[in-house]
């Protein structure tokens, strides 16, 4: 069915947290301690990070997301208002997420996190009728997998019920029911989670044809992956081609770059790009992104985007 154009509003459902961010000259193998030099805390989830992408292009957003009786949910709601999000969002009995985020000195990092109330969100809290009503009104649906499973698939249900199309950034890439990719107008795994959803083995390194046969067997119509420096596949109408990395400076920090690169690119989407437009400037503002650190907080505007092209 042919939607009707709507006012480039984008919806994100996810998850929204505080995280703590440490530095260290390497990862702890198992069993050791290690000493980490610098530390500071940030809002994030990669729905909230999502959203303030987004928003920075300055693209109407909504968020929704579930958090905690507590501090960091309170700070989730201000912080997502002061970015002009319009934060929907439902309070459950748990804490609010919390990922511990080490960063390395050559840019690259791990993330540990506890779901808490983020995981609550449920498809009955999707059906309250001022959340209905804010997705109803939006021209794209982007998802991440920091769902619970039933929440990510009430969310598929709901958007094809109202007709809107969904980006869906499949992070992280495990129990996902294979059925939701063919209800996607889009997939932006990176590379690693590619090779998971395709079934490839961490050995294996598959070439763009065997990601085009592999994704289209899934039921994939497009797809963008990620591939850190080496840039993004796009995979579009059963022809893959590169966009390639866009180099903007030292990277230090590659902490939500998939993040900023997804918000972007859905944005870019509402704004009317076509797909491959759309993920040059992702490309873009994800490589000013690692050059920052931390996550939201180094997320481009639309502005500093500009003035960079
Ligand atoms: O993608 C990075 C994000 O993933 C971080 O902000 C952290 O909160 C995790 O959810």
Same mark, same amino acid.
């Given at each position: ?8 509003? =984008? ?44 928003? @920075? ?8 997301? !579930?958090? #905690? ?41 791990? =993330? ?15 059906? +309250?009728?001022?959340? @209905? ?9 982007? &998802? ?17 019920? &109202?007709?809107? /199309? ?5 992070? /992280? ?18 590379? #690693?989670?590619? %090779? ?9 390194? /598959? ?8 994704? @289209? ?12 420096? %080496? ?14 990395? =866009?180099?903007? *400076? ?14 972007? &690119?859905?944005?870019? &989407? ?9 993920? %040059? ?5 994800? *490589?000013?992104? =690692?050059? +920052? @650190? #931390?996550? !939201? #907080? ?12």
């Amino acid at each position: 069915m042919e939607r009707s154009r709507k006012k480039g509003k =984008v919806a994100v459902i996810g998850l929204a947290g505080q995280s703590a961010f440490m530095a260290a000259d390497h990862f702890p193998a198992p069993g050791e301690t290690i000493a980490c030099s610098s530390l500071f805390f940030e809002l994030g989830g990669k729905g909230y990070n999502q959203a303030i992408a987004c928003a @920075r292009m300055g693209v109407k957003t909504v968020f929704i997301g !579930a958090v #905690g009786d507590d501090t960091n949910g309170v700070e989730c709601k201000t912080e997502l208002e002061k970015e002009g999000i319009t934060a929907c969002l439902v309070k459950k009995t748990e804490p609010t997420a919390y990922a511990v985020i080490t960063t390395r000195a050559d840019s690259e990092n791990t =993330v540990s996190v506890y779901s808490g109330a983020a995981k609550k969100l449920s498809g009955e809290d999707l059906q +309250r009728e001022e959340i @209905r009503k804010e997705i109803a009104d939006c021209e794209y649906l982007l &998802l991440q997998n920091e769902l619970s499973t039933e929440c990510l698939e009430a969310s598929f249900a709901l958007a094809s019920q &109202l007709h809107i /199309p969904v980006i869906f950034n499949p992070a /992280p890439a495990d129990h996902i029911p294979p059925e939701l990719f063919a209800g996607c107008e889009v997939i932006t795994p990176n590379y #690693g989670e590619a %090779k998971v959803l395709a079934g490839f083995a961490e050995s294996e390194e /598959p070439s763009e044809q065997d990601f085009l046969e592999a994704l @289209r067997k899934l039921g994939v119509k497009q797809a963008v992956i990620t591939m850190g420096c %080496k840039g993004a596949l796009l995979i579009d109408g059963g022809k893959a081609s590169m966009i390639p990395a =866009v180099s903007c *400076g030292t990277a230090i920090d590659t902490t939500g770059a998939g993040d900023t690169f997804n918000g972007t &690119l859905t944005a870019a &989407l509402a704004l009317g790009k076509r797909l491959e437009e759309a993920a %040059k400037l992702a490309a873009i503002a994800a *490589g000013i992104s =690692v050059t +920052r @650190r #931390g996550a !939201a #907080g180094s997320i481009p505007t639309a502005d500093e985007l500009n003035a960079y092209l």
